[in-house]
């Protein structure tokens, strides 16, 4: 079983930047492909971006690529999501997930999740 906790989320003006974390409970976070998602109010939840277990592949959303940037480090159970150049469409509560095997952009492929943390971007 994996705990996940994320952590980062806050308000922060439009252009502005923020790194979400999520720490995982158990040792065997190094086998689990991560990943991002988000979910808006009065819309699905939608793909970010995920990371294969070496963090060797990674996957992002056609809405955040080139602005946000996913990573982990295995030593600390943690991914990362490194958030830059956001915009008011960006504001969702955002959700880490895990999966054992290769990095997925579905969420029905995850099996564990974490609570969720706010990111509002103000224009």
């Known amino acids: 079983q994996v705990q996940l906790v994320e952590s980062g989320g806050g308000l922060v003006q439009a252009g502005g930047s923020l790194r979400l974390s999520c720490a995982a409970s158990?040792?065997?976070?190094?086998?689990?492909?991560m990943g991002w998602f988000r979910q808006a109010p009065g819309k699905e939840r939608e793909f970010v971006a995920a990371?294969?277990?070496?963090?060797?592949?990674?996957y992002y959303g056609d809405s955040v690529k080139g602005r946000f940037t996913i990573s982990r480090d295995n030593a600390k159970s943690t991914v990362y999501l490194q958030m830059n150049s956001l915009k008011p469409e960006d504001t969702a509560v955002y959700y880490c997930?895990?999966?054992?095997?290769?990095?997925?952009?579905?969420?029905?492929?995850?099996?564990?999740w974490g609570q969720g943390t706010q990111v509002t971007v103000s224009s």
């Open positions: 990371i294969s277990w070496g963090g060797g592949t990674t």
């Open positions: 997930a895990s999966r054992l095997g290769p990095p997925a952009r579905t969420e029905d492929q995850y099996d564990h």
């Open positions: 158990g040792r065997t976070f190094s086998s689990y492909s």
